[in-house]
């Protein structure tokens, strides 16, 4: 299940490294919660609307915004919280609240994102943080849903999440959390699997850090 919120304009500028604040919020609204430093079930999106400026981003027209999870009762433990307190960061306050139902998939489907897809491998005890063009990303892709899968109690055999490299104009980004950067992938994903797996990818979102920002989808 997935929630749309439309917020207020912007009282003070937002900061490029805004991620922090959207993370808080979502925790605010969420309350004492099992999920804190769990294995995310849920993807955050990144605010749309935006206009760049030298020291910030304005939101002249307010943002739009998603909050997906394959737990629909944290969605209505969302819904209710944000109205509650509907504060977001910088004078911008949610002004609505839309639900969306998880739509049916088949067995194969191309995902466009609502926010940047970050791939961590380590080797030799370094991190690296990989590119869509890169063969072991699709391995890494898969083995995150999988362990998503497996503790949701849903089949995670076959499942195959890959970047569609044939897309227009793939790229990566420096994206930056709390004063560190992390290089992430603007390109669509492939998800192959059965329609279950499918929905349940487009909740929870793909590849590292889903719950502060990162790997929602489409």
């Known amino acids: 299940m997935r929630i749309h919120l439309k917020l207020s304009q912007n009282k003070e ?17 969420v309350g004492k919660n099992t999920i804190h430093n769990d294995l995310s079930l849920y993807s955050l999106s990144w605010l749309k609307g935006a206009k760049k400026y030298e020291r910030g981003l304005q939101f002249p027209n307010g943002a739009t915004w998603f909050i997906s999870s394959y737990s629909d009762e944290l969605i209505k433990t ?33 995902f466009y994102l609502g926010s940047p897809v970050l791939v961590k491998s380590s080797e030799s ?15 890494i892709l898969a083995n995150i849903l999988k ?16 970047f569609d490299t044939s897309s227009p104009n ?36 793909v590849g590292n850090s889903t719950g502060i920002g990162f790997g929602s989808l489409i």
């Open 147 to 162: 362990k998503k899968l497996e503790k949701a109690e849903i089949n995670k055999e076959g499942i195959k999440v890959y």
């Open 78 to 110: 969302l819904v209710n919280g944000i109205r509650n307190s509907p504060e977001v960061c910088c004078g911008m306050i949610v002004k609505e609240i839309m639900i969306q139902e998880t739509p049916q998939f088949k067995s194969q489907n191309i």
């Open 125 to 139: 005890g370094k991190q690296k943080h990989l590119s869509y063009d890169t063969p072991q990303s699709a391995e």
């Open 170 to 205: 793939p790229k990566t980004k420096l994206a930056t959390y709390k004063g560190i950067g992390n290089k992430v992938n603007v390109c669509p994903v492939i998800i192959e699997g059965t329609p279950e797996q499918l929905a349940f990818a487009w909740n929870v979102g």
């Open 13 to 29: 500028i937002v900061p490029f490294d805004h991620l922090p604040y959207l993370v808080g919020a979502f925790h605010k609204w």
